[in-house]
């Protein structure tokens, strides 16, 4: 698996959109950018994923640049549920579960 | 469906005693994984299966460590003897060969 880069904290305001990057310059043409993030004493679980084009579910967005080097996860309007670490992680698509979870980003969304 | 079951969800043991903790993937997944989760070391991949064959088990940190598959709808983690540096949580999750996987609640392990 690629290895990422992720800052380690982020605050936002409720309400407003969480803009959550992660660096991915090794990333390898047939790997794809998966989110999943923890809450509190919860299982990892998964937000979102994509290879080159940009997508888009009920719970983010996700937006690769070109070079496909970086990505940023997006939260349109965060609420207190979504604060949670968020992990970025580059693999292929088969063997979904074998993932290298990093430190990831701790998200607090404060009122 | 019901997601990913674990129990015990929590288990206080003592040390040298032997720990089992138990795992039932979703319905129609082939590939099930155990993971351990510390502050020092984050999330950790520990073992996992395909088809109820295991795959790769580098992650298992020594040979008190055992995993099992019997079938296609149930998996162990066995500790024996445990050891207070064992307390960690430990999570199971399932998936088919693409897409995404999906985690269960976890069991936290202390040992004393």
Redesign the interface.
Known sequence: DAKTTQPPSMDCAEGRAANLPCNHSTISGNEYV?WYRQIH??????II?GLKNNETNEMASLIITEDRKSSTLILPHATLRDTAVY?CIVRG???????????GTTLTVKP | DAGVIQSPRHEVTEMGQEVTLRCKPISGHNSLFWYRQTMMRGLELLIYFNNNVPIDDSGMPEDRFSAKMPNASFSTLKIQPSEPRDSAVYFCASSNPTGRAFFGQGTRLTVV
Request: glycine content about 16%; proline content about 5%.
């Open positions: 998966y004493s919860q299982g990892p679980q998964y994923h992990y698509n088969t063997n979904a579960g074998k993932s290298t979870f990093g430190d």
